[in-house]
C-alpha cells in the first residue's frame, strides 16, 4: 500500500516567489496534519485538518503560509512570497479520525535563496 | 517552553545490548504518547505508543514503559541492531487525533 505521497521532495526557490508544497494522504484515512521540522525548533504542527476541514492551525506562522484540502485524496500548503527563514523540511502526516498513530510522508525540504 | 523534552541528544550502544531512550514531558494533560524512528531524508516511522492508562507497553524488541507522576517515559530496545541506528522522537498528544508535541530527538548509534 502507498504511504503519503508528497511532492516536490526538494525546492529551491528565491526570495519573494511562491512556493506550493503538495501532499497525498494515505486512502481512507481523514485527518491530515502539515508540520515543519526546523534546527532551532524541531518538528512543530502548522495545521491539520479532519474530513477536509481546518480544525486547528494555530501553528500556521503567519499570513503568508495558507494551506487548503479540496478533497480527501490531496492538500497544498503554500507560501506567498517566501522568505529564507522559511528554509526548513515540511512533513505531511495522515491519520484515521480520532487515532493516535499520525504516518509521516518523506518530506519536502525547502530552501529559499 | 518545551513540553517534551529529550535531554540526551545522542546515545552510543554496542549490538545486543539494551538500548534506553528518555523523554520527560510537563504537560499533565497528554493522554497518549509515541515513539518515533527517523533516517535521514525520511520521514518519521511509528514505532510503539502508549496510553495514560497503562504504563507499560510492548511490541517485539520494543518496550515503552510509562511513569506518570515522574512525567517521564522511556523506550527500550533489546537486543539492539545495527538497522536500529536513526534518530528517535518521543512525541505526545492531548488527544488522540490532535497534535503532536515532539522532543527534539536522540541520536541512536548501535556500533557492530
Known amino acids: 500500500d502507498a504511504g503519503v505521497i508528497q511532492s516536490p521532495r526538494h525546492e529551491v526557490t528565491e526570495m519573494g516567489q511562491e512556493v506550493t508544497l503538495r501532499c497525498k494522504p494515505i486512502?481512507?484515512?481523514?485527518?491530515l496534519f502539515w508540520y515543519r521540522q526546523t534546527m532551532m525548533r524541531g518538528l512543530e504542527l502548522l495545521i491539520y485538518f479532519n474530513n477536509n476541514v481546518p480544525i486547528d492551525d494555530s501553528g500556521m506562522p503567519e499570513d503568508r503560509f495558507s494551506a487548503k484540502m479540496p478533497n480527501a485524496s490531496f492538500s497544498t500548503l503554500k507560501i506567498q512570497p517566501s522568505e529564507p527563514r522559511d528554509s526548513a523540511v515540511y512533513f505531511c502526516a495522515s491519520s484515521f479520525l480520532g487515532m493516535e498513530t499520525q504516518y509521516f510522508g518523506p518530506g519536502t525540504r525547502l530552501l529559499v535563496l | 517552553d518545551q513540553q517534551v523534552k529529550q535531554n540526551s541528544p545522542s546515545l552510543s550502544v554496542q549490538e545486543g545490548r539494551i538500548s534506553i531512550l528518555n523523554c520527560d514531558y510537563t504537560n499533565s494533560m497528554f493522554d497518549y504518547f509515541l515513539w518515533y524512528k527517523k533516517y535521514p531524508a525520511e520521514g518519521p516511522t511509528f514505532l510503539i505508543s502508549?496510553?495514560?492508562?497503562?504504563d507499560k507497553n510492548e511490541d517485539g524488541r520494543f518496550t515503552v514503559f510509562l511513569n506518570k507522576s515522574a512525567k517521564h517515559l522511556s523506550l527500550h530496545i533489546v537486543p539492539s541492531q545495527p538497522g536500529d541506528s536513526a534518530v528517535y522522537f518521543c512525541?505526545?498528544?492531548?488527544?488522540?487525533?490532535?497534535?503532536?508535541?515532539f522532543g527534539k530527538g536522540t541520536t541512536l548509534s548501535v556500533s557492530s
Open positions: 486512502s481512507g484515512h481523514n485527518s
Open positions: 502508549i496510553s495514560s492508562i497503562k
Open positions: 512525541a505526545a498528544s492531548v488527544q488522540a487525533g490532535t497534535a503532536l508535541i
